[in-house]
């Protein structure tokens, strides 16, 4: 069971560099979603998709841009790398709207540092 | 605005121990609760959910949650905490129907156990 899938695991970054997070999902989900991890601040929304096609700012865009490449994958982009952007990156999925929905199912994660 | 505060960052109980760990909410309307655990350099496990009915709600590796309506809370609980539970705890709800069922994260509680 593949589940949600993030490439790559870990990356190293200098500062003004790009690069791009790839995720992708087997599970059929409408919506896609991209987390960041830092100490003592929980997860924290990022971008999501609700449903291929669409894409919407979350809590802490800035930085960021994404794609919903299909209804499988959602990659993160970093256009100019900043230190304060090392963190660690959640992708993760679930069908969306409804009763059942809402449960999320998340990638293993991606460790960036930006230096 | 939605969100979720854990007021304990770090929890140390011994093997054997009960443990609770605290969770309070703020959603206008009736919640979608989540429990995820998170072990080391890993990504984050659904531990239980509450959409709806029994406000008990039994979940994996021993774990139950108690939905409060009248005190906004949503407290993990076990019996007897073995070593292996020794992780990050992490409290969420669900943003609705309109906002392509994302969550909205606690900031964690880090659990140690001593022998």
């Known amino acids: 069971n593949a589940g949600v899938t993030q490439t790559p695991k870990f990356q190293v970054l200098k500062t003004g560099q790009s690069m791009t997070l790839q995720c992708a999902q087997d599970?059929?989900?409408?919506?896609m979603y991209w987390y960041r991890q830092d100490p003592g601040m929980g997860l924290r929304l990022i971008y999501y998709?609700?449903?291929?096609?669409?894409?919407d700012k979350g809590e802490v865009p800035n930085g960021y841009n994404v794609s919903r490449l299909n209804k499988r994958e959602f990659s993160l982009r970093l256009e100019s790398a900043a230190p304060s952007q090392t963190s660690v990156y959640f992708c993760?999925?679930?069908?969306?709207?409804?009763?059942?929905?809402?449960?999320?199912?998340f990638g293993e994660g991606s460790w960036l540092t930006v230096v | 605005a939605q969100s979720v505060t854990q007021p304990d960052i770090h929890i140390t109980v011994s093997e054997g121990a009960s443990l609770e760990l605290r969770c309070n909410y703020s959603y206008g309307a009736t919640p979608y609760l989540f429990w995820y655990v998170q072990s080391p350099g890993q990504g984050l496990q659904l531990l239980l959910k509450y959409f709806s009915g029994d406000t008990l709600v039994q979940g994996i590796k021993g774990f139950e949650a108690e939905f409060k309506r009248s005190q906004s809370s949503f407290n993990l609980r076990k019996p007897s905490v073995h070593w292996s539970d020794a992780a990050e705890y992490f409290c969420?709800?669900?943003?609705?129907?309109?906002?392509?069922?994302?969550?909205?994260f606690g900031q964690g509680t880090e659990l140690s156990v001593k022998p």
């Open positions: 998709s609700a449903s291929e096609g669409t894409t």
């Open positions: 599970m059929n989900h409408n919506s």
């Open positions: 993760a999925s679930s069908a969306g709207q409804g009763r059942t929905g809402n449960t999320i199912y």
């Open positions: 969420a709800v669900g943003a609705g129907w309109n906002q392509g069922g994302k969550l909205i």
